[in-house]
């Protein structure tokens, strides 16, 4: 009774949500369906040990079709940050849609009672929204649309982390679907300053990192660290860095720049997995929580044009080498 109440509300809720998206983003497709996935909410101890036996959660996304017809099509899945689904993930969507791939755009936040993890980053495990990922692929396979060979994976901020780490060997064994794979990672402005056990061995797809070098809520510094570490393993990664970006330079909504002074950040903070499950800080081998030190408070968002249309070419190549080519 209770699993048929939440579908239906959040059956619902998805119909609202695609009620109250922009028009213009509906002139470019064929059809929009409006998809309901069950997830768990795993804390990380939980996610970094395999248990799969979490709190049910049903997530609500919408799936934007470009093409009449009955091809399959490729698709990109879209991965929303600390704000919730916000204009740029929109933005993003109708970049695609333009160019002949689906979209699917999922809400990890409502369904969860999470309006954004801003202010306070401990309401939901930083790893949980992986499992999203997976479980979004694991449906988006076996719609009759989408070429399950052609699907990519794209995240920003918290984002971007589930985006990258959703690469991670380890992460998928324990938790993807089988016989279903991302054909592509991408990911905007992700925290890169957890080391967890067994990281640098990544799917053999590409990853692709994006970043501003005056980002003062997720600093890329960690990123370069990571980078070389997965280049050494022989992994198909790039980061690519823009003088001068801020966090989300590539919404053009922010071309003032936003003061966020309550928001939380980690950019002090450097966590590892010490064994199984166990994330600590780095410094004081103490478990890791948003009440160390490390962590503070006053961040800022800005767009930056440059950065923005380097990084719309740069995606662009990429799904038009993985996902269109073939």
Partial sequence: METRVLRSRMIRLACLVGMLGPGSARAQVARVELHVFESQTLSDEEF?????????????????????????????????????????????????????????????????????????????????????????LQLLAHHPRVDPQRVALMGFSRGGQAALYASVKRFQRMHAPQGAAYAAYIAFYPPCNTTFLQDDAIAEKPVRIFHGTADNYVPVGPCRGYVERLRKAGADVRLTEFPGAQHVFDWAMLKTPVAMPQAQTTRRCRI???????????????????????????????????????????????????????
């Avoid at 699917?104 to 999203?132: C, E, K």
């Avoid at 590892?272 to 600590?280: H, K």
């Fill in 48 to 136: 970094l040990t395999g248990k799969k036996e979490g709190k049910t959660v049903l997530i609500g996304g919408e799936l934007r079709i470009p093409k009449l017809g009955a091809e399959r099509l490729p698709a990109v899945v879209l991965v929303h940050g600390s704000g919730g689904v916000s204009g740029y993930v929109d933005d993003w969507a109708q970049l695609f849609n333009s160019l002949g791939i689906a979209t699917f755009v999922f809400d990890s936040f409502t369904p969860r009672g999470i309006v954004n993890t801003n202010n306070d980053q401990a309401q939901l495990g930083r790893l949980a929204m992986i499992v999203d990922t997976y479980r979004a």
């Fill in 272 to 326: 590892e997995e010490s064994t199984e499950g166990r994330l600590v800080n780095s410094e004081t081998k103490l478990p890791f929580t948003y009440k160390d030190p490390c962590v503070e408070r006053g961040v800022t968002i800005a767009y930056d044009p440059d950065a923005a249309a380097q990084a719309r070419a740069a995606v662009r190549e990429l799904v038009a080498a993985v996902l269109l080519s073939k």
